[in-house]
């Protein structure tokens, strides 16, 4: 049974930090492309990291660069956002995603979606 299951969002003070996991069964994720995208209410869903197979490529939208990093622990079969100097607007449900192929912030060529999990940046 394939399974991509996140977890580690919840409520953070601005200039906070999380980091977010996804653990992956039922496929390697040594084999894909892995991205996280986010969803704020009333906003369509972004991408905002990307890591190629083989760490050829990782990518990150202009809205988190140097803040979050993107990274992924084969023996544990799992993948990992780290978010530092959180900002309000950084509020949103955010998805792991997994495929073959290069990076790509398309969310109809991602294969295997997490269940999301929510951040929210607040005082």
């Known amino acids: 049974q394939v399974q991509f299951v996140e977890s580690g969002g919840g409520l953070v003070q601005p200039g906070g930090s999380l980091r977010l996991s996804c653990a992956a069964s039922?496929?390697?994720?040594?084999?894909?492309?892995i991205a996280w995208f986010r969803q704020a209410p009333g906003k369509v869903r972004q991408g905002v990291a990307c890591?190629?197979?083989?760490?050829?490529?990782?990518a990150y939208a202009d809205s988190v660069k140097g803040r979050f990093t993107i990274s992924r622990d084969n023996t544990k079969n799992t993948a990992y956002l780290q978010m530092i100097n959180l900002k309000p607007e950084d509020s949103a449900v955010y998805f792991c995603?997994?495929?073959?192929?290069?990076?790509?912030?398309?969310?109809?060529?991602?294969?295997?979606w997490g269940q999301g999990t929510q951040v929210t940046v607040s005082s």
């Open positions: 995603a997994a495929r073959r192929g290069t990076c790509v912030y398309s969310e109809s060529l991602y294969e295997y």
């Open positions: 890591n190629s197979i083989n760490n050829d490529v990782t």
């Open positions: 039922g496929f390697t994720l040594n084999s894909y492309t």
